[in-house]
C-alpha cells in the first residue's frame, strides 16, 4: 500500500496570500493523485484529479501539478471560502486507495 | 443534479451488524463504480470498499475485509455496505461516493459524496 505524507500538518495564511500544499507518495503513483477539500460537517469535495485537472466548478485560483512521488496543490489567491482541510489521494492498480492525513488551511 | 443520500447508520454494541444503504438520484446509477469512505470523529479518510457499476467485482481494505460487504441493486439505484463483527475501530461517518467512471481501476476518484450517516460502536 502506496503511504501519502501531505505538508505541512497546518498552513495559516491571509486572503489574498498564495497557498502551497504538498503531498509525497512512499511510491510513484505516475499521475493518479487527486486533491479534496472537506470543509467543517461537509462531505468531501473533488477539486483536482489526474494530478493536474480541474474538476467539474472549480475555479481557476486551484490548480495542481507533479507526477511521481511529488505533487503540489496551489491556491493562487486566497477566499476567505478556501479555509478548510485538504486531503490528497491515489488509487493506482499497484498500489492500492489511499489517502493523506491532510494539511489544515487556517485564516491567519 | 446528482444527490446521494446514506442511511442506515446508529448505536450498535461490538460484534454487531449494520446494513447501510445510499441511494443515489440524477444519474445513471449503473455505469458509474460506488465507494464507501469513512472518517473517524477528528480523524482523515479512510477508503473501505468499492464496487464496480455493473456490481461484477468488489474491493476492500484489509481492514474490513472478510466483515463488510458491498453489494448494490441497479434497479433502486441503491448502495449497500453489510458490515458484521464490528469493533470500536469502525465507529465514523461512513460516506458513499460516486466514482467518474464505471470501473475501479488506477485514476478513479469520486466526484460526488453523499453527507455520510454515524456509525458508533460501543458496549
Known amino acids: ?108 | 443534479e446528482v444527490q446521494l443520500v446514506e442511511s442506515g447508520g446508529g448505536l450498535v454494541q461490538p460484534g454487531g451488524s449494520l446494513r447501510l444503504s445510499c441511494e443515489a438520484s440524477g444519474v445513471t446509477f449503473s455505469s458509474y463504480a460506488m465507494s464507501w469512505v469513512r472518517q473517524a470523529p477528528g480523524k482523515g479518510l479512510e477508503w473501505v470498499s468499492a464496487i464496480i457499476g455493473s456490481g461484477g467485482s468488489t474491493y476492500y481494505a484489509d481492514s474490513v475485509k472478510g466483515r463488510f460487504t458491498i453489494s448494490r441493486d441497479n434497479s433502486k439505484n441503491t448502495l449497500y455496505l453489510q458490515m458484521n463483527s464490528l469493533r470500536g475501530e469502525d465507529t465514523a461517518i461512513y460516506y458513499c461516493a460516486k466514482a467518474l467512471g464505471p470501473y475501479f481501476g488506477s485514476g478513479s476518484y469520486s466526484d460526488y459524496w453523499g453527507q455520510g450517516t454515524l456509525v458508533t460502536v460501543s458496549s
Open chain 1, 1 to 108: 500500500e502506496i503511504v501519502l505524507t501531505q505538508s505541512p500538518a497546518t498552513l495559516s495564511l491571509s486572503p489574498g496570500e498564495r497557498a502551497t500544499l504538498s503531498c509525497r507518495a512512499s511510491q510513484s503513483v505516475s499521475s493518479y493523485l487527486a486533491w479534496y477539500q472537506q470543509k467543517p460537517g461537509q462531505a468531501p469535495r473533488l477539486l483536482i484529479y489526474d494530478a493536474s485537472n480541474r474538476a467539474t466548478g472549480i475555479p481557476a485560483r486551484f490548480s495542481g501539478s507533479g507526477s511521481g512521488t511529488d505533487f503540489t496543490l496551489t491556491i493562487s489567491s486566497l477566499e476567505s471560502e478556501d479555509f478548510a482541510v485538504y486531503y490528497c489521494h491515489q488509487r493506482s492498480n499497484w498500489g492500492g486507495v489511499t489517502f493523506g492525513q491532510g494539511t489544515r488551511l487556517e485564516i491567519k
